[in-house]
């Protein structure tokens, strides 16, 4: 089946700071979405973003589908960005919410 | 709209006994899927559902079941609960229509199971 691989595993950074985590998959797909799962558990959409790129306040996504990878960028970080990140594709030629998720990338923000 | 919600929020249970974790969404979505999380790892599905009447299983089906008799609800049923079964358990719901932001999937707050 498909390998969804995230990196790096964990990060720590002072607030302000910019970070940029990568999401690779093994095979071609017709969904990418990233997810924030903040301290408490509970987990939010932030990008749909099958190619392309996208932006929302400070957090962008870029995904190369012919290469495979996908990137979230956090610039100027606040410590209410700490949390989970979690890549998620599903494979085929539809879009059935059928997601398989990489382990995530623990983030840590520091005052 | 109160989005996706699940109940109960937390539950132990005893090894053997069974037991229905709620999921249900005003969203209209044709969409839903229950997935779940162990420590340190990402989310994985158990099933899934395109539409009323129309269940699928997904990566770790064994030991759960489910129905869709309505677009709105999606219960998730373990029938003999074993203690590799504690986790947290997320529903979530999406749609097909593509809109402005894609067929984005939304998650319930989670159910935390015990079985001990």
């Known amino acids: 089946g498909i390998q969804v691989e995230q990196s790096p595993p964990d990060l720590i950074l002072q607030e302000g700071a910019n970070s940029t985590l990568r999401c690779n998959f093994s095979d071609s797909v017709n969904n990418l979405q990233w997810f924030h799962q903040n301290p408490w558990g509970q987990l939010i959409n932030l990008f749909y973003i099958p190619s392309g790129t996208k932006q929302n306040g400070r957090l962008s996504a870029t995904t190369v589908a012919t290469e495979r990878y996908s990137l979230l960028y956090i610039s100027s970080s606040q410590t209410t960005d700490s949390g989970v990140y979690f890549c998620?594709?599903?494979?085929?030629?539809?879009?059935?919410?059928?997601?398989?998720f990489g382990q995530g990338t623990t983030l840590q923000v520091k005052p | 709209n109160a989005g996706v919600t699940q109940t109960p929020k937390f539950q132990v249970l005893k090894t053997g006994q069974s037991m229905t974790l709620q999921c249900a969404q005003d969203m209209n979505h044709e969409y839903m899927s229950w997935y779940r999380q162990d420590p340190g790892m990402g989310l994985r599905l158990i099933h899934y559902?395109?539409?009323?009447?129309?269940?699928d299983q997904g990566e770790v089906p064994n030991g759960y079941n489910v129905s869709r008799s309505t677009t709105e609800d999606f219960p998730l049923r373990l029938l003999s609960a074993a203690p590799s079964q504690t986790s947290v358990y997320f529903c979530?719901?999406?749609?097909?229509?593509?809109?402005?932001?894609?067929?984005?999937?939304?998650f319930g707050p989670g159910t935390r199971l015990t079985v001990t």
């Open positions: 998620a594709v599903e494979l085929g030629s539809g879009n059935t919410g059928k997601l398989i």
């Open positions: 979530a719901s999406s749609s097909t229509s593509g809109r402005a932001n894609g067929y984005e999937q939304y």
């Open positions: 559902s395109v539409g009323a009447g129309i269940t």
